[in-house]
């Protein structure tokens, strides 16, 4: 079969090949820790799946649904956003309903991006940033985030001309995979930085109420003028663990959100009504759920990092995100070593860019009692 270049030039997807590693390792009868997969284990909240039953019993959620997203999920998504960041929204022009910020992430270069433009992604960074740039036919300017700069990236160490040919600029924090934050000094940064050189902003905040010790994280458009150059993707997969529901927004300037619009009024048809009307729910309720979350997970982390540390490792406790990101001497020798002789998934940093070479990624997404035994097994190799 021949495949068109476009797929011929995407990376090689790191993450099929430990996939395999893995299938292998169960077939062989080893009871494999999965510490590498990026998905919420524990379950949507109940009050969210009602609203769905009821809503998918109704035949009027059984249509194709609107374009832009039902326009009382929009609302929700702006009063969360005022009611969680302090940001207004006009509903109708600045907010988009994504199935899955992935998807939105997936088809914003598509709007914006000619041939042989220029994309600034962060390395390491989640992979789809890199491959929508690739399927619209645009070139990645990897920025490295490093430990030294608190993994931000350093505008002022991108070449002029590669800012001169730049028209997007893809930021993520609380970071997957690092697990950084940023402030809004930051991110007022990131503004100025933009308009200088005409860029737009796509912020992915995937990760915003996932945190840790009281730590509460920004949005991108609190920063001033950020509403001028940029949007945010958002999405309700890991606040309220609904992954599998695909459902999420875009909300941010009018005019670029009109953009992805036209993108999307061509390739899709919309996110499943009864999902917008479930998704409205979880966006208006208590959100108690979330505090109930994170305190799992922060005793997860608190769990694994100091466990990791008695064995003599260098790691830092992350703020945010489900996510903890270590220190090793090589990557895929250490991920190897811990599939092979600990029956342990991890994520080698290079699966996010070459700037991740030297750390891999541990996934806090299983319980205590899961970590812990990890823990032993990770003791019986490396003491
Ligand atoms: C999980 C994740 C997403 C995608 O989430 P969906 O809304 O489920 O598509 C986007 N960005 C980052 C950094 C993620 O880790």
């Known amino acids: 079969m021949m495949y068109a270049h476009r797929l011929d030039n995407l990376p090689p997807y790191l993450f099929a090949r430990i996939d395999a590693m893995k299938a292998e390792k169960r077939a062989q009868g080893v009871d494999v820790i999965d510490l590498g997969v990026g998905d919420p284990d524990l379950p949507t909240p109940s009050h969210i799946i009602e609203a769905l039953v009821i809503a998918a019993r109704n035949p009027a959620t059984h249509h194709y649904p609107d374009y832009a997203g039902m326009f ?66 645009g070139k990645t300017w990897q920025m490295p985030l490093m430990e030294k700069n608190a993994f931000l990236p350093d505008f002022s160490a991108i070449p002029s001309d590669i800012c001169k040919k730049s028209k997007l600029m893809f930021l993520n924090y609380p970071n997957n995979p690092t697990g950084a934050v940023a402030s809004l000094s930051f ?58 529901w695909r459902i999420g927004m875009a909300a941010g300037s009018a005019d670029i959100i009109a953009g992805l619009g036209r993108v999307k009024n061509n390739v ?7 999902i917008q009307i479930a998704a409205t ?39 945010a995100t489900f996510y903890v990101w270590m220190k090793v001497d090589n990557s895929m020798a250490f991920t190897a070593k811990m599939l092979n002789e600990a029956g342990i998934v991890v994520t080698p940093g290079t699966g996010f860019g070459d700037a991740g070479d030297g750390y891999v990624r541990f996934a806090i997404t299983r319980s205590v009692e899961r970590i812990e035994e990890a823990l032993e097994r990770m003791r019986g190799v490396f003491a």
Not at 268 to 274: E, T
């Open 281 to 319: 729910e979880a966006l208006t309720a208590s959100q108690e759920c979330i505090a109930h979350s994170c305190a799992i997970y922060e005793e997860r982390r608190n769990v694994l990092v100091s466990g990791l540390r008695e064995l003599g490792f260098e790691v830092t406790a992350p703020k």
């Open 72 to 137: 009382s999920y929009r609302e929700a998504v702006a009063d969360w956003y005022k009611a969680r960041f302090g940001v207004e929204l006009n509903p109708k022009r600045e907010v988009l309903a994504l199935i899955g910020s992935k998807e939105g992430i997936a088809h914003i270069p598509e709007a914006f991006v000619n041939p042989g433009d220029y994309v600034l992604v962060p390395d390491p960074g989640y992979p789809v940033y890199k491959t929508s740039t690739l399927f619209a036919e």
């Open 268 to 274: 899709d048809s919309g996110a499943f009504d009864a």
């Open 187 to 244: 991110f007022e940064e990131a503004v100025d930085f933009a308009k200088e050189n005409d860029i737009i902003v796509v912020h992915d905040n995937a990760y915003s109420e996932i945190s840790f010790d009281g730590y509460r994280a920004p949005s991108f458009l609190e920063a001033k003028g950020a509403m001028d150059v940029g949007i945010e993707m958002h999405s309700l997969s890991k606040t309220y663990n609904m992954t599998g």
